[in-house]
């Protein structure tokens, strides 16, 4: 039979078919349709498609399946091109006697789970390629179903189960000899399909990776997925295609449990996102997870770089939105440990970024007061990073030295502080007198204190008379209780020996407070010379 080719067929500029319009027409009902709007008794009729799924190609096997009476060979690596060719042509309507493609293409798919891993590797990254149809199609949900349901049934779980995060070195297990080398051939049995999912597409790992979220996956074993995944994207290729990677993974880590996140990992894509310009979102999102977790960091992962065309240092802005994400819930919200461990290492920060003479006093306070007071339970060693600010800064007005020593709890310093600082010529006299003012009034405190306890000590009838003011109120019954277990003749020598030290400990305080109340004397006098003069005299520096 002779074949007529009154049809001809562009295929998105790639290639142009002649077909038979009545073949063809008969199992495709878009032609259909078209044909019979048409107009007219001209013989030869074009088609152009600019979206034709899957290319000329594509076209081609469809074009063999109408040839053929509706009869072709559907492998996996061609069912999800024709299977999306099949719904964007509305193969829905056979021919009498033959079967439509779309109803071969979904005989095919349920058999979806027995095809082979690699056989579904090569399906679901064909269906990467015809995006949006397969998504459309149907197809890709039942290829990503497919590949997560293989990748949970080859995966066991850990014998002895840790809540550490993949990087930490501090991993205990409670089972016997062997359950170290049993939990890594676990974990690996666990994550054997890294290397295959590598030729995923970013917005295809997106909808595999939230697909497993919803399935109930480890995170931790996702996390550790994402971060290979972006190790190996951004080895190669250009800078949008590393940032489109990038931030792809960002976006997925922030559903996940931040506690299942690396922090080691996320400090290393952060150094990756610093020098690739990632969006604003992205980068929220990542400081947030990374300032979640502050009390993890240490100081070589806090010394970033400034940006490029900045003068200073380091990078003190970021570390302030750490802060910020870190104490994003408000005080009441975290725990006074890690409260502790980040002010800690932010006094360790503050010192090392105070001798930069490009850090403005407004960067230095703001990082001096990024915590509450109650983080600290001293402040020395902030006293001791201001004392070097001002010793760079000396050019600073009086207005910003003091606007800087606010930060300072006068109350938390020491007494060999409080000596240092009052002698201090670069520290404002105000503030000088503040300290020793502070520090007169804590001794006076202790030394209220301990002359209470000497009278208790002391008395002649010692534990009887506080026992008979102890039923008048209840401070003083308290102090019965305690005293009631001690035993006289040994305790009570005790007391009396820990006393001596306290009053020897007293005695040298107030030989400091005597030379601090000298010391400030001579403060508030030069103050009152030099406020008749131009220049103001500061205090001299402690040899």
Same mark, same amino acid.
């Given at each position: 039979?002779?074949?007529?080719?009154? *049809?001809?067929?562009?295929?998105?500029?790639?290639?142009?078919?002649?077909?038979?319009?009545?073949?063809?027409?008969?199992?495709?009902?878009? *032609?259909?349709?078209?044909?019979?709007?048409?107009?007219?008794?001209?013989?030869?009729?074009?088609?152009?498609?600019?979206?034709?799924?899957?290319?000329?190609?594509?076209?081609?096997? /469809?074009?063999?399946?109408?040839?053929?009476?509706?009869? +072709?060979?559907?492998?996996?690596?061609? +069912?999800?091109?024709?299977?999306?060719?099949?719904?964007?042509?509305?193969?829905?309507?056979?021919?009498?006697?033959?079967?439509?493609?779309?109803?071969?293409?979904? @005989?095919?798919?349920?058999?979806?789970?027995?095809?082979?891993?690699?056989?579904?590797?090569?399906?679901? =990254?064909?269906?990467?390629?015809?995006?949006?149809?397969?998504?459309?199609?149907?197809?890709?949900?039942?290829?990503?179903?497919?590949?997560?349901?293989?990748?949970?049934?080859?995966?066991?779980?850990?014998?002895?189960?840790?809540?550490?995060?993949?990087?930490?070195?501090?991993?205990?297990?409670?089972?016997?000899?062997?359950?170290?080398?049993?939990?890594?051939?676990?974990?690996?049995?666990?994550?054997?399909?890294?290397?295959? *999912?590598?030729?995923?597409?970013? &917005?295809? %790992?997106?909808?595999?990776?939230?697909?497993?979220?919803?399935?109930?996956?480890?995170?931790?074993?996702?996390?550790?997925?994402?971060?290979?995944?972006?190790?190996?994207?951004?080895?190669?290729?250009?800078?949008?295609?590393?940032?489109?990677?990038?931030?792809?993974? +960002?976006?997925?880590?922030?559903?996940?449990?931040?506690?299942?996140?690396?922090? =080691?990992?996320?400090?290393?894509?952060?150094? %990756?996102?610093?020098?690739?310009?990632?969006? @604003?979102?992205?980068?929220?999102?990542?400081?947030?997870?990374?300032?979640?977790?502050?009390?993890?960091?240490?100081?070589? &992962?806090?010394? #970033?770089?400034?940006?490029?065309?900045?003068?200073?240092?380091?990078?003190?802005?970021?570390?302030?939105?750490?802060? @910020?994400?870190?104490?994003?819930?408000?005080?009441?919200?975290?725990?006074?440990?890690?409260?502790?461990? %980040?002010?800690?290492?932010?006094?360790?920060?503050?010192?090392?970024?105070?001798?930069?003479?490009? /850090?403005?006093?407004? @960067?230095?306070?703001?990082?001096?007061?990024?915590?509450?007071?109650?983080?600290?339970?001293?402040?020395?060693? +902030?006293?001791?990073?201001?004392?070097?600010?001002?010793?760079?800064?000396?050019?600073?007005?009086?207005?910003?030295?003091?606007? #800087?020593?606010?930060?300072?709890?006068?109350?938390?310093?020491?007494?060999?502080?409080?000596?240092?600082?009052?002698?201090?010529?670069?520290?404002?006299? =105000?503030?000088?007198?503040?300290?020793?003012?502070?520090?007169?009034?804590?001794?006076?405190?202790?030394?209220?204190?301990?002359?209470?306890?000497?009278?208790?000590?002391?008395?002649?009838?010692?534990?009887?008379?506080?026992?008979?003011?102890?039923?008048?109120?209840?401070?003083?019954?308290?102090?019965?209780?305690?005293?009631?277990?001690?035993?006289?003749?040994? &305790?009570?020598?005790?007391?009396?020996?820990? *006393?001596?030290?306290?009053?020897?400990?007293?005695?040298?305080?107030?030989? #400091?407070?005597?030379?601090?109340?000298?010391?400030?004397?001579?403060?508030?006098?030069?103050?009152?010379?030099?406020?008749?003069?131009?220049?103001?005299?500061?205090?001299?520096?402690?040899?």
């Amino acid at each position: 039979m002779a074949v007529c080719c009154d *049809l001809e067929v562009d295929v998105n500029g790639e290639e142009t078919f002649m077909v038979d319009k009545k073949v063809i027409a008969s199992y495709c009902g878009r *032609l259909r349709k078209l044909f019979g709007k048409s107009t007219g008794s001209a013989r030869n009729l074009k088609v152009i498609f600019n979206d034709f799924p899957g290319g000329a190609g594509n076209f081609e096997l /469809l074009s063999r399946f109408c040839y053929n009476n509706g009869r +072709i060979d559907i492998t996996p690596s061609n +069912i999800s091109f024709l299977h999306s060719a099949a719904q964007f042509m509305e193969m829905n309507n056979s021919v009498s006697g033959t079967r439509n493609l779309l109803e071969e293409t979904e @005989k095919s798919l349920k058999g979806m789970n027995y095809w082979a891993w690699s056989e579904l590797l090569i399906t679901i =990254k064909q269906c990467q390629d015809l995006l949006p149809f397969a998504n459309s199609s149907g197809i890709l949900e039942k290829c990503v179903d497919s590949l997560i349901g293989r990748m949970a049934t080859s995966s066991e779980p850990s014998p002895c189960p840790s809540t550490s995060s993949p990087d930490s070195s501090g991993v205990r297990f409670s089972c016997d000899t062997r359950s170290t080398e049993s939990f890594k051939n676990s974990f690996s049995r666990a994550t054997w399909w890294f290397e295959d *999912l590598l030729v995923l597409s970013t &917005n295809m %790992v997106g909808m595999v990776i939230k697909s497993m979220v919803l399935r109930k996956f480890d995170h931790v074993i996702i996390s550790r997925f994402l971060f290979y995944y972006q190790k190996s994207k951004c080895y190669a290729g250009t800078s949008d295609e590393k940032r489109n990677v990038v931030e792809t993974v +960002i976006d997925i880590l922030y559903i996940l449990d931040w506690n299942s996140v690396s922090f =080691k990992s996320l400090f290393g894509i952060l150094r %990756v996102a610093l020098n690739l310009n990632i969006s @604003k979102c992205s980068r929220t999102k990542l400081e947030s997870m990374i300032g979640s977790q502050m009390d993890q960091a240490t100081l070589d &992962n806090l010394l #970033i770089p400034s940006p490029y065309g900045m003068n200073y240092l380091y990078n003190v802005n970021l570390v302030l939105r750490f802060l @910020k994400a870190f104490l994003h819930g408000g005080i009441s919200q975290t725990s006074p440990t890690h409260l502790r461990k %980040v002010a800690s290492l932010m006094d360790l920060y503050i010192a090392e970024v105070a001798p930069d003479p490009c /850090l403005k006093p407004s @960067k230095f306070l703001a990082l001096t007061m990024a915590l509450p007071d109650s983080a600290r339970d001293s402040y020395d060693r +902030i006293y001791h990073a201001t004392d070097m600010y001002l010793q760079v800064h000396a050019g600073l007005s009086e207005e910003e030295k003091m606007k #800087i020593c606010c930060a300072l709890n006068y109350e938390k310093l020491s007494a060999e502080a409080c000596i240092h600082l009052s002698q201090n010529k670069r520290f404002p006299s =105000k503030r000088a007198v503040q300290a020793c003012m502070s520090q007169q009034v804590k001794l006076k405190s202790f030394l209220k204190a301990t002359d209470k306890l000497k009278c208790y000590i002391d008395s002649p009838s010692g534990v009887s008379e506080i026992g008979r003011k102890g039923k008048k109120n209840e401070a003083s019954e308290q102090i019965v209780l305690y005293a009631g277990k001690l035993d006289p003749p040994a &305790n009570n020598e005790k007391l009396r020996a820990h *006393l001596q030290g306290m009053q020897w400990r007293v005695t040298e305080l107030e030989k #400091i407070c005597l030379k601090m109340q000298t010391q400030m004397t001579k403060i508030i006098m030069k103050s009152r010379v030099s406020s008749h003069s131009t220049p103001r005299s500061l205090p001299r520096l402690c040899s």
